[in-house]
């Protein structure tokens, strides 16, 4: 399986159409090879997608008159060739969704470096009174189940109120971990002697009556 840098690299690559000179969009290869069956040898390949490319146009009717099927042909080109090939394909709506989302290998890499720069700075977090990396792996539903849990657990020793908004703003998906959080904003909240409003969430001093925020009665 291709690693996400090398899928990158492929949809990065620029290749034209020669019969509308579009550019070539980077997909996903079909599951089997339709003509010897013994696959495609590669996982991503470059297909035209232009539906007014005059090869795809003009292969309905050539596909009809030749096969006596509802089909047409695009111009398809794999990793490392020049020559490219002529797939037929059954719908305009072949290979669309299949591309190769550039934008979103991105995003994921940037997660991931994000993620591993957030770990390497955890144990050292506490003394430097630095919350970013808790939050970071925290905030991060796909980031690694045990540096979550260790970064639950630092929340106390930080002792940090600026924890409170994004935390009490996110959606955990795991209930152990919101429960720990939970706890560790109340510890955090009685170590500074604020509490939170049951109305409006806001933090107000411990032993206040009256809400600054919102004016309810304690």
């Not at 037929?88 to 591993?116: C, H, L, P, W, Y």
Request: proline share 4%.
């Amino acid at each position: 399986m291709l690693a996400s840098d090398q899928y990158l690299h492929y949809a990065e690559e620029e290749h034209f159409c020669p019969h509308c000179h579009t550019r070539l969009s980077c997909c996903h290869t079909p599951p089997f090879h339709v003509g010897d069956g013994l696959g495609w040898g590669t996982e991503v390949f470059f297909i035209c997608l232009n539906d007014e490319c005059r090869l795809f146009v003009n292969g309905w009717k050539q596909c009809e008159e030749q096969y006596g099927h509802t089909a047409s042909c695009r111009y398809a080109l794999l990793p490392g060739e020049k020559e490219g090939i002529t797939m037929m394909v059954g719908s305009k709506e072949a290979f669309t969704g299949s591309e190769v989302d550039s934008e979103a290998i991105k995003t994921k890499n940037a997660r991931f470096q994000a993620e591993q720069e957030a770990m390497a700075k955890l144990e050292t977090c506490v003394a430097e009174k630095n919350l970013a990396p808790i939050l970071t792996l925290l905030l991060d539903e796909s980031a690694d189940r045990e540096a979550r849990n260790r970064a639950g657990d630092l929340l106390v020793e930080l002792h940090d109120p600026a924890c409170i908004d994004p935390l009490r703003n996110h959606a955990f998906r795991n209930t152990d971990l919101e429960q720990k959080v939970n706890m560790a904003i109340r510890a955090i909240l009685k170590a500074n002697f604020n509490k939170e409003c049951p109305q409006c969430s806001e933090i107000v001093k411990a032993q206040a009556k009256v809400c600054k925020h919102c004016g309810a009665e304690f």
